[in-house]
């Protein structure tokens, strides 16, 4: 199994920065791509960010496409998000997610709160 734990949410103001991190642990070697999903209040829970564990391939969801990346460190089984230019829109609760060996794991979410 694969346990995550993201970090890093909080209150910003629109047009401000945040960096949310997950790590991972368990059976990271089996870990083929992580990712970040957002909720937001009402809505169904969304794709925003993936990362491949090899290679680094990376994929974004037109939302946050060239204001948010997302990056990883392997030798501390991590994964990073920073958001820039935050808009009151990306206002959700954030969920890291790893897909190993056929499964998906997902953290407990870490809120982010962007106000106008």
């Known amino acids: 199994q694969v346990q995550l734990v993201e970090s890093g949410g909080g209150l910003v103001q629109a047009g401000g920065s945040l960096r949310l991190s997950c790590a991972a642990s368990?059976?990271?070697?089996?870990?083929?791509?992580m990712g970040w999903f957002r909720q937001a209040p009402g809505k169904e829970r969304e794709f925003v960010a993936s990362i491949k564990r090899s290679g680094g391939d990376t994929y974004y969801a037109d939302s946050v496409k060239g204001r948010f990346t997302i990056s990883r460190d392997n030798a501390k089984n991590t994964i990073y998000l920073q958001m820039n230019s935050l808009k009151p829109e990306d206002t959700a609760v954030y969920y890291c997610n790893a897909l190993a060996e056929g499964m998906n794991y997902w953290g407990k979410g870490t809120l982010v709160t962007v106000s106008s």
């Open positions: 368990g059976r990271t070697f089996s870990i083929y791509t």
